[in-house]
């Protein structure tokens, strides 16, 4: 079965497509977040539209912990482990790379992404843990973004050197690697190996995605760390390509590949002027419509727009669509959602109430706790309309101020009481995710600017007819279109503002649209409101879908 799987597989020449994280389902936990997520939508899509991609990550195997909450919202971390072997084949092929002095073995396994519509994207998941290996080296394929720089470094030279060589072993042709985020950028050095220090080749092979917004994001190592980690690495090489000082593995990408995106407009502009001199293009990300559309309103595409799977430009026809139909379903998933909530969380929420929903990774630019800025005008609205709110995130394990805000969100929800119903899910996951943005009313999002380079959750959202109510930052800026796609929260990025002026205008929009324009909509005109829902489907989520990112890439970037 396994080599007949392989067989069919390595046919033809590859787009080699490399990520840290890759999120595939729930039950395969080597994913931390968006940057995770959107891998796995790029790799359905590609699978659904028939993309000769090969996908390459880390096992992650003690990735990534569950989240456990105490009465506080005190945040503890169990263990996660997971058996590869219940769903991933292991391939027979083995390859050496040297670290500090050791040749470490590196081997894969394989999962091979079957389209319920098209065809198949192999993944092979990179693993150190076994007999041929020392302990510590064992551990480099444990824990994603776990440890400190020495061990962060090992991993990338796993994924960047180790990757290229295993697509060799295995027998994958590859025309064009793809680095999503700077973590695989050792596969351009691997390259410039392979082709004899050919650069102008090596760009030509290369493809490389920025996804991080601020300097101090990116991954940079010492030289004297390099030099004692990878004995073997052309210092000269690295130097000219990544920096003199520090190895910037940002900077080795953008300069060992021809073509270079930020993943939104805005993102494209940031990234433009941090890194001057490069042409940076933008492709703004997508999100697998199939995966992230909950089974109510599946059912009503499938009955009315039929085809909308391979061509989500179909949902701009969410008009054929009777309102009754549309309320229903999304009635009918937020009710799965609140039963849910109700059964985990102890919680007693109301599927008649006007539903907010927040879930991201617990970290503090995303500012889950914007929403409490002033209790006094959260009980206010409530008064009028009522209203709750779901919450979930998890922090990662050494991020103390995220886990902070977890903490804090809790409190505000004990002096919230009955007021406000405020309730914190746990152990974020896709499957979580997918109910939230699947059940609730209205997605909202608040980070801090210019820190979301584009941002998913949203696009999720609206391919349940959920509104979003977001700060204008990453892929927002591009969806928003005031009171019809949804609403703003704070200035349009053109503006100049002083933080102060800024946080002001921002929780004035928070409050007063809330008070005055969301909720009253909700419950008052009905009407009005499940356009605006249609709004979601057929401007947003018509758009904003991985197909039409990963064709993008095919004509910008692939070809
Ligand atoms: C979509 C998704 C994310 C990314 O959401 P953002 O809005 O980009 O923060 C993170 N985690 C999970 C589990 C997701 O499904």
Redesign the pocket.
Known sequence: MQTNELQGVLKGQKIAYFSMEI?LTSQIPTYA??LG?LAGDAIRSSADLNLPLVAVTLISKRNYFKQKLDVNGRQTEQPNDWEPERLLTLLPNEVTMYIEERAVKVRAWLYVYQSAIGGAVPVLFLDTDFDANTPQDREISFYLYGGDERYRLKQEAVLGFGGVRMLDAVGFHVRKYHMNEGHSSFLAVELMHKHNLDEAKVKELCIFTTHTPVEAGHDRFSYDLIRDVLQAADLSLLKKYGGDERLNMTRLALNLSNYINGVAKRHQEISSKMFTGYEIHAITNG?HSYTWTGEQYRKLFDKYLPGWTIEPELLAKVDLISDGEIWQAHQQQKQVLIDFANQTSNAQLDPEVFTLGFA??ATEY?RATLLFSNLDRLRTISKGNKFQAIFAGKAHPRDEGGKRLIEQIYTYARQLGGDVNIVYLEN???DI?AKMIGGVDVWL?TPMRPM?A?????M?AAHNGVMNFSVLDGWWIEGWIENLTGWAIGPHPKENLDDATCFAKETEDLYNKLEYIIVPTFYNRRDEWIQLMKNSIGKTAYYFNSHRMMRRYVTEAYL
């Open positions: 999120g977040g968006g997520t999100v991201r990774r995303k974020y996951d896709m995710a999002n979301e584009s941002g998913t959750s949203g999720k």
